[in-house]
């Protein structure tokens, strides 16, 4: 579980799974279809910075 919050910590694929309560290949299926939150890749790894990932959430909520 993460509880410390940094704008621009960049978390690993497992972490932001975690953060969104998703599976790793939900995140995996969705950047293959250019779907999902933005994230960085440097050489094969992938991250995510944790702002990206507010703004995500924030951006996809429904309110009725």
């Known amino acids: 579980m ?3 919050y940094s704008p621009t910590a960049l978390l690993t694929e497992e972490q932001a ?3 969104l309560a ?3 290949r939900t995140l ?7 779907a999902g939150p ?3 890749r440097a050489g094969r ?3 995510y910075q944790q702002i ?3 703004e995500w959430i924030s951006a ?3 309110t009725r």
């Open 2 to 4: 993460l509880h410390n």
């Open 17 to 19: 799974a975690e953060l």
């Open 22 to 24: 998703l599976s790793v």
């Open 28 to 34: 995996q299926a969705w950047r293959l279809r250019g």
């Open 38 to 40: 933005r994230y960085v």
């Open 45 to 47: 790894a992938i991250r």
């Open 52 to 54: 990206e990932l507010v």
């Open 60 to 62: 996809n909520t429904v």
